[in-house]
C-alpha cells in the first residue's frame, strides 16, 4: 500500500509540475522581411534608370547610413555612432510624412526573456524618443520588442552577441 501511494504522489507532482513548464508560442509573428511593404507614392518614379520608387523602403536603404542602431551589453543609450544613424533617418523621414515606421528592439541571447524583451523595448523607445526629438511626430511611430527571439546572428561568442544588441528601423508606408 505504501509504495501505491508513493506512486501516486510521485505522479501527481511530475503533473503539477509539467504544467508550469514554458511553453514556446505555436506562431511567433512574421519576420520584418516577409510583409510587403505598401508604396505610399504609387505611380511615381524614382530617379532615372534606378526603379526605386521615392518614399519605398528601397529608397529608405539607399538614402540612409543604416536601418540599424548598435547597443552595448545591459545597455539602451544613444551614442554618438548611433545618433549619426537616427540623423540621416530623421532626414529621410522628414522629407516623407506619410511614412510610417516601426523600431524593432532587439537582445542578445543572454538573460531572461523577460529581461530581453523589457531591454528590448527599451533600446526601440530610445530610438523612437531620439527621432521624435529630431521632429519626427512620435504618432508616425510604433515599436516593438522582439528581445533574443530574433537573432541577426547566430552562435555564442561576442561577435554575435554584439550584432544582435540592435534597434532596427523598418518602414510601414
Known amino acids: 500500500m505504501a509504495t501505491t501511494t508513493t506512486k501516486l504522489i510521485l505522479a501527481a507532482a ?11 508560442p505555436d506562431v511567433l509573428p512574421p519576420a520584418p522581411g516577409g510583409t510587403e511593404q505598401v508604396d505610399p507614392n504609387a505611380g511615381q518614379t524614382g530617379a532615372v534608370g534606378t526603379g526605386v520608387v521615392p518614399g519605398s523602403r528601397e529608397d529608405f536603404m539607399r538614402s540612409v547610413s543604416s536601418d540599424t542602431v548598435r547597443f552595448g551589453l545591459d545597455m539602451y543609450d544613444i551614442d554618438a555612432e548611433a545618433r549619426a544613424i537616427l540623423d540621416t533617418q530623421a532626414q529621410w523621414l522628414q522629407r516623407y510624412p506619410n511614412v510610417r515606421i516601426t523600431i524593432e528592439g532587439h537582445c542578445d541571447e543572454r538573460g531572461t526573456r523577460e529581461y530581453n524583451l523589457a531591454l528590448g523595448d527599451r533600446r526601440a523607445n530610445a530610438a523612437k524618443n531620439y527621432l521624435a526629438a529630431r521632429g519626427i511626430d512620435a504618432g508616425r511611430i510604433t515599436t516593438i520588442s522582439y528581445g533574443k527571439e530574433r537573432p541577426a546572428a547566430l552562435g555564442s561568442d561576442e561577435a554575435s552577441y554584439a550584432q544582435n544588441r540592435r534597434a532596427v528601423t523598418v518602414t510601414i508606408g
Not at 14 to 23: E, I, R
Open 14 to 24: 511530475l503533473v503539477a509540475t509539467a504544467g508550469c513548464a514554458k511553453k514556446r
